[in-house]
């Protein structure tokens, strides 16, 4: 208390007192001897409501209630507004606090907030401001000012009812995203204290925080809905859920109607959409796993924007449905275009592809080609994710038929010795007619029109494609299981399509003729030496990436092994089998910053893709009924690129390596330093007829060179120069996309 000496007559101070007192019961006031249920609809730092007579310390004879005062009716009509009467205060006294633990505390806190102190002059308002002052200090859950005439002048009496001790803290529901640990956290320097409401929306806004930072971003937090004189408070969360996903189709201006204000209808069916969105009805919308979907749906290729509407449920807060806007994208293309590759020559293109047929997703291809030394068409239907299947599986389907000119069967040598001989043909031609003697042996005379070995192959496949996902869709799996199933018939014939069976190279006469005793040599081209193959096989595989860009990565893994037997389904089908593997590796790096991205100012983020690749390829056959031209070749644009297609070896085995260092040069140039290796392990003569040995292939051989890729809308072109084993001999070499 602060006494004060003077004196205020009673005929002064009436008007102010009334012989009653200012009250103010905030929703959280409660008798001390019983628990009560206050929901509390706004935050606690809100003036408080006018409540009833206070149940605790002395009581006037009638209360002072908070409405306009004085309480009598107003005139009709008056003049001029009075001003309030203003009386001196005596003495200030906090009561109520007499047995707290914390009293001297509280008790600084509600002199704080107060105004009026002894020596002031107060009006009846300003009194009102103090009490609505004291209870917003947050400590207490019941504010009272009872002013009382005294000999010195008015004594204000200030009776108070702090809030409990803070013990525990609950959440409703209790099946909350929020971890029980962060609550703990949260609130751990407050408990064996005082609450205060202030302090306690503060913690609120903290575990709102948290929500947000894990993408919950409708979450809210309310309350205290509850608080129990024992120091349990009750928390409300509404986290926010997905009452359902529509989509809605636009056209390409945003409008979802046309001209005749119809709705827009698309061609996708509406589960396509659905099915790549993870959140469902009855789950807590993420605005992070949202965003993945809508990542997902662009994925798909078919649409080419998507825009995200929350629309809240009528009468049932805290509830959203997730509208999808969708523009598709023309899924059906038809396109053409002439090349040059060494296997074809030049070849003009055509492809024809529908990649939403039926509105169902599933893509519908048809490519035909043809040049100098070959052509190919085929069919392939591809489901990206079999409808209702929760593992996510692919199928793909192909039907195909080609013909042309294996480079197994060729060389770019033009002269070279073999086992002493000397060969002055580079190619193998097909044999027209051969006398055998003795039989089996490929050896005797023959003739031949100079014309190239062709392979015609016709046949179909399927294949299907697992992700190691545990049933979950959504999730990115690292790991995809791969088994496919094929067969097709292999026909050796030249290039007219006329069937062979055997290949000459050698010693051949101007007019064609030739004898195996006088340098010619002749191979089977088929197993067997027939006219037809028949090739029926499955595939087992897994492939395993961590890579950071499927299509430009700087850092990562990814493994790719398999096995393919071949079964026989009679006398000219073979059976054999074929494992091959490899493994890439990226290390991200920053030797060059010759491009600008990779010298960012202040403020810029940086872009500089660069890294140092490595790769190991392998492969082997097993058995003894392999068919030439289903040995391993070793050279090109894809393999060693310093030598020709197949041109550095055919084997039974082979193995690769690469080392690749890539940096970028401008936006759309990037450039490469590389050193390839390869070896069929001394394998050429395992191929029945060992064609790559009679051609003069080393089977083993190095390259190092350096390259330019130009980023263009049809994908990277590659263009590279590259040396045999550091010799002299250069060749340049076009191709479409990285190496690996």
């Known amino acids: 208390p602060f006494p004060m000496a003077g004196l205020l007559s009673l005929k002064a101070v009436w008007p102010l007192m009334g012989a009653a007192l200012l009250s103010a019961t905030p929703a959280l006031a409660q008798p001390a001897s019983q628990q009560v249920d206050n929901p509390l609809a706004e935050p606690a730092t809100q003036a408080p409501a006018s409540q009833g007579p206070a149940t605790q310390g002395p009581a006037p004879a009638q209360p002072i209630p908070q409405t306009p005062f004085p309480t009598q009716a107003a005139p009709v009509a008056e003049p001029a507004a009075k001003a309030e009467p203003k009386v001196l205060i005596a003495e200030v006294a906090i009561e109520g606090l007499q047995d707290h633990p914390e009293r001297e505390r509280l008790e600084l806190a509600a002199y704080a907030a107060m105004a009026a102190t002894p020596g002031s002059r107060v009006t009846r308002n300003e009194l009102q401001t103090d009490l609505s002052a004291i209870y917003a200090s947050g400590w207490f859950s019941d504010v009272r000012i009872q002013p009382v005439d005294g000999p010195l002048g008015v004594r204000l009496v200030v009776v108070v009812v702090a809030n409990p001790v803070l013990q525990q803290v609950k959440l409703d529901p209790a099946d909350l995203k929020l971890p029980e640990q962060v609550v703990k956290d949260t609130f751990a320097a407050d408990y064996g204290k005082t609450l205060n409401l202030n302090t306690l929306q503060t913690r609120m806004q903290e575990l709102q925080r948290w929500y947000a930072d894990q993408g919950y971003s409708l979450a809210r937090i309310t309350g205290p809905s509850r608080v129990s004189p024992e120091g349990v408070v009750e928390l409300l969360v509404r986290q926010g859920t997905v009452e359902g996903v529509e989509v809605q189709f636009l056209n390409k201006e945003g409008s979802a109607t046309n001209d005749k204000g119809e709705p827009i209808r698309g061609k996708t069916k509406p589960w396509v959409v659905t099915r790549e969105v993870s959140l469902r009805p009855g789950q807590v919308f993420n605005r992070r796993e949202l965003e993945e979907d809508i990542k997902r749906i662009y994925g798909t290729g078919l649409f080419s924007d998507v825009k995200v509407t929350l629309k809240p449920v009528p009468a049932e807060p805290g509830k959203v449905v997730i509208l999808l806007g969708i523009v598709e994208q023309s899924s059906g293309s038809l396109s053409g275009g002439l090349g040059y590759s060494q296997s074809q020559g030049a070849f003009g293109q055509i492809q024809l592809n529908d990649s939403n047929l039926f509105g169902r997703a599933w893509d519908l291809g048809t490519n035909i080609s043809y040049g100098q030394y070959g052509g190919l068409g085929d069919i392939t239907f591809t489901d990206p994710w079999i409808k209702d299947n929760k593992y996510r599986t692919s199928f793909r389907a192909r039907f ?131 006219s037809e193959n028949q090739l029926v096989s499955f595939r087992v595989g897994a492939t395993y990436s961590t890579l950071n860009d499927p299509r430009n990565p700087t850092k990562g893994n990814f493994l790719s092994f398999g096995t393919e037997q071949f079964i026989s389904v009679g006398e000219n089908s073979p059976t054999f089998n074929r494992v091959r593997g490899s493994f890439t590796h990226y290390i991200p790096v920053e030797w060059l910053k010759i491009f600008k991205g990779c010298r960012p100012k202040p403020g810029e983020s940086k872009d500089c893709k660069q890294a140092l690749a490595f790769q190991v390829s392998a492969g082997t056959l097993v058995g003894s009924d392999i068919p030439p031209y289903e040995a391993f070749c070793l050279g090109g644009g894809n393999s060693v690129r310093g030598y020709y297609n197949c041109d550095l070896g055919v084997g039974k085995s082979f193995a690769e390596a690469t080392i690749e260092y890539r940096f970028p040069i401008f936006s759309i140039i990037s450039g490469e330093v590389f050193f390839d290796a390869g070896t069929t392990f001394g394998t050429q003569a395992g191929i029945p007829g060992n064609p790559g040995g009679l051609l003069g292939k080393k089977g083993e051989g190095y390259s190092p060179g350096v390259g330019l890729i130009v980023t263009t809308p049809v994908g990277p072109l590659r263009l590279e120069v590259a040396t045999q084993d550091f010799s002299s001999d250069w060749r340049f070499n076009l191709g479409v996309g990285w190496k690996f």
């Open 400 to 530: 195909f038929f080609s013909r042309e000119v294996p480079q197994l069967f060729q060389s770019e040598n033009s002269s070279f010795s073999y086992q002493l001989r000397n060969y002055t043909g580079s190619d193998f031609d097909v044999v027209t007619s051969f006398a055998e003697n003795p039989a089996g042996s490929n050896q005797g005379t023959g003739r031949t029109n100079f014309d190239t070995v062709a392979i015609q192959r016709i046949g179909a496949n399927v294949q299907f494609v697992r992700p190691l996902n545990r049933g979950n869709p959504f999730k990115k799996a690292p790991w995809n299981l791969i088994l496919s199933f094929g067969g097709q018939e292999v026909t050796p014939m030249d290039f007219s399509g006329t069937k062979y069976s055997r290949g000459v190279m050698g010693n051949l006469q101007p007019d064609g003729s030739f004898s195996t005793s006088n340098g010619a040599s002749v191979i089977c081209l088929a197993y067997n030496c027939a």
